[in-house]
């Protein structure tokens, strides 16, 4: 065989083809770990990880033998502690402190493994706290390489990845694991892995050890026995291809490999149904002020996909601004921006799941009385679709995209020759109505032409590449917004009725689907159902999403991170989610004027959130210029200070000039002194790292800490 030339990047790593049922000769070797875990619970829960990655290498390196696994208490690495200094989470703890990192770091990296952040304050001679006086377990594991590529490609799939997440996760483990090795390796992996990362021990073969390849077989076995580990003789052979081909169709026939384009998709049906209704209530500040809003808007939310697509292609956090907001902000900011997102979007849901059932008693008069179950199969059947999943929802969205978007296409061609603004959009009296002061109240308004596309960042852990596949689906629907957007506005003021009645219409697009196709007005409303429909079913997945990495951290009930079937569909998430959003639709019902209270309070979330994603941005870029970012913002910090400023007008426009007795912001400030009395009360003494964030951070640590590193240590660093 050719030299063997290991991948240089962990993109490279977990591209390259595997399932190699050769090796090459004279390199192999065996390592055996001790892992020491606090207590019983601690070492299943390693034991469940090492599991997992040992399913993964069997499927992607054929020729590594099986693992040995055991969990025993007569092998520990040390004595048990008896003082805090003896402790080795805490006596590291101590000793940061000591070198002059801040206390508050410290304290929350105690929350985070599950102790008690108090304990900081004691001295390294003080007694160890009773909680931690546990029989600590070892947890020991061998594994066989035939050669360096199966090595190295034994950790290069995301599945090895996720299982290896559980692996270090904190408080499992009392210090770092031990290695040993035994056989012959080779000098790159010697020198570049396993002596300066895994601190290996190595072990002389003596007359306690068998280290003997098996002749005459195509692929090589091995026997070995070592007395030392007090380990029963193990046959360990390579797995079969029948085996490794039931591995690979676990997926199911429902499972979905998402593209660019579903990105696109999503985006389009989360957005597209704010361009068929809502927006026009904007033209009562005049044709130009509103043009205007949708101009600035619309290039604040262009500037925001930019930053926010770099970002992704350079750590794609779960939870979209609940995540990068964590990491920048600091954990309560994060939380905040996480229930707010959540509650902008159920709120969302709520106003577009009222506005379908208006649609449909406009049509049919007699639904009036039942429109509370035509909110209930709405739900049902958006929800139902989320928890099918897979293949069958994905292409499910890309049928409403594909017509919510056709429609719009055919109402804005269809209608150009006829469009005639001087006759219809008002003329110089209509251009400006209310002068600054109805400017700023109908500003929040243009939103509704672009809001949730950032919806889209939430993907990070659904997708399978999303560095990629989220940033050019995200920009490229972006991009297709604006086009909508920009024809939808001209093409209907230019329409009769014109201005001013089209600024008051339930349905601004009626008057353009009568003359194109000729049918009443109540028909005409039914082509705006499938648009609607799409954009509630679009923000339930994401503030599901959303509800779900919260929870996921432990910031919210834990069970709201349970899936429902093999797609991962987040049950407890989206059906708690909805819940509330359907209990909602009742109140919006039969209070007054709560639609337009709803809509500013949705809006002053979102425009905290978005600002709180261009201060992460420009941390991120200021802070960690070298890693690596399949695509940059063209704009970079300008276009994020830029955007961020219309997301503090925005803000200004909502709290002083709506005209509601400052419900909007009493409402808002009510909900967010709520969420900081949960946090600070229950939330901050349960919140931990979620597995996705332990596995999105960790090149960060790497890169803060030991950057630059070896080309070829890159990828076996973020894998382990």
């Not at 028909?523 to 990495?549: D, E, K, M, R």
């Not at 708690?576 to 009742?586: D, I, P, R, Y």
């Not at 809006?603 to 870029?621: N, P």
């Not at 967010?672 to 009360?681: F, N, Q, S």
Request: charged residues 15%.
């Amino acid at each position: 065989m050719d030299v063997y030339v290991p991948p240089t990047s962990l993109k490279a790593l977990l591209e390259t083809p595997k399932g190699h049922l050769d090796h090459y000769p004279d390199e192999a070797f065996l390592l055996h770990v001790f892992w020491e875990a606090p207590s019983r619970a601690a070492a299943e829960t390693l034991l469940s990880g090492l599991r997992g990655c040992s399913v993964a290498t069997h499927r992607d390196t054929p020729c590594v033998p099986t693992y040995f696994f055991r969990i025993t208490k007569s092998n520990p690495l040390s004595p048990s502690a008896a003082t805090v200094g003896a402790y080795p989470p805490l006596h590291d703890a101590l000793k940061k402190l000591q070198v002059g990192i801040p206390k508050p770091v410290v304290r929350a990296d105690l929350t985070r493994r599950g102790m008690n952040p108090d304990w900081v304050d004691l001295n390294l001679s003080d007694p160890l706290p009773l909680e931690l006086r546990t029989e600590p377990f070892v947890v020991e594991f061998t594994e066989i390489y035939l050669d360096e590529r199966s090595f190295m490609l034994h950790c290069g799939s995301k599945d090895y990845l996720d299982a290896y997440g559980i692996v270090t996760k904190p408080g499992l483990s009392l210090r770092p694991p031990v290695t040993t090795r035994i056989g012959s390796p080779s000098s790159s992996i010697v020198e570049k892995i396993l002596e300066p990362i895994l601190h290996e021990r190595v072990v002389a073969v003596g007359s306690n050890v068998v280290w003997q390849p098996s002749r005459g077989l195509t692929l090589t076995t091995f026997y070995f026995w070592h007395t030392q580990f007090d380990m029963p003789a193990v046959k360990v052979a390579p797995l079969g291809r029948g085996f490794l081909r039931q591995l690979s169709n676990l997926r199911g026939p429902n499972t979905h490999q998402h593209s660019s384009f579903d990105m696109w998709a999503l985006g389009i049906t989360i957005v597209i149904g704010g361009q068929y209704f809502s927006w026009n209530r904007g033209l009562v500040a005049g044709t130009l002020s509103c043009g205007m809003s949708m101009v600035i808007t619309g290039l604040a939310y262009l500037c925001l996909t930019l930053s926010m697509s770099e970002m992704t292609s350079m750590l794609p956090f779960a939870g979209g601004a609940y995540g990068l907001a964590r990491c920048t902000l600091g954990f309560y900011v994060g939380f905040l921006m996480g229930c707010c997102e959540a509650i902008e979007y159920i709120m969302y849901v709520t106003c577009s799941v009222v506005q379908l059932g208006r649609m449909l008693t406009t049509k049919w008069p007699e639904l009036v009385m039942w429109q509370f179950g035509v909110w209930f199969v709405t739900y049902v059947l958006a929800c139902g679709g989320l928890l099918v999943g897979g293949r069958v929802f994905w292409r499910w969205n890309a049928f409403l995209a594909l017509t919510s978007i056709g429609i719009l296409m055919v109402f804005c061609i269809g209608l150009a020759g006829q469009v005639d603004l001087e006759a219809n959009a008002g003329g110089r009296d209509y251009l400006v109505i209310g002068g600054a002061m109805e400017f700023m109240k109908s500003f929040p308004l243009s939103a509704w032409f672009f809001v949730g596309i950032e919806a889209l960042n939430t993907m990070s852990n659904e997708v399978h590449d999303p560095k990629v596949t989220i940033p050019r689906g995200q920009i490229v629907c972006m991009l297709t917004l604006l086009v909508t957007a920009a024809s939808v506005f001209v093409v209907t003021i230019g329409l009769p009725p014109g201005m001013p009645a089209v600024s008051t219409e339930l349905m601004p697009l009626n008057a353009g689907f009568v003359m194109l196709f000729d049918v009443t007005a109540k028909t005409a409303t039914l082509l705006s159902i499938p648009a609607t429909f799409a954009t509630i079913q679009g923000f339930i997945l994401a503030y599901a999403n959303i509800v779900t990495a919260l929870a996921s951290s432990k910031l919210l009930p834990h069970v709201l991170h349970r899936s429902w079937n093999g797609c991962g569909a987040p049950l407890y998430a989206i059906v708690g989610g909805s819940v509330l959003s359907f209990g909602l639709c009742f109140v919006d019902y039969y209070v007054d004027h709560l639609d337009g209270i709803m809509f500013n309070v949705c809006m002053l979330f979102a425009s905290i959130a978005y600002t709180a994603q261009c201060i992460g941005y420009i941390y991120l870029k200021r802070k960690y210029t070298r890693f690596d970012r399949g695509f940059q913002s063209p704009f970079g910090v300008a276009g994020a200070i830029a955007s961020m400023l219309v997301w503090i007008f925005t803000m200004i426009s909502i709290v002083g000039f709506q005209d509601d007795h400052e419900v909007s912001l009493i409402v808002a400030t009510s909900i967010v002194v709520v969420l900081t009395l949960y946090y600070h009360c229950v939330a901050k003494y349960r919140q931990t790292f979620s597995e996705d964030e332990r596995r999105v951070l960790f090149p960060v640590h790497v890169g803060t800490f030991i950057l630059p590193a070896p080309p070829l240590l890159s990828p076996y660093i973020i894998a382990s």
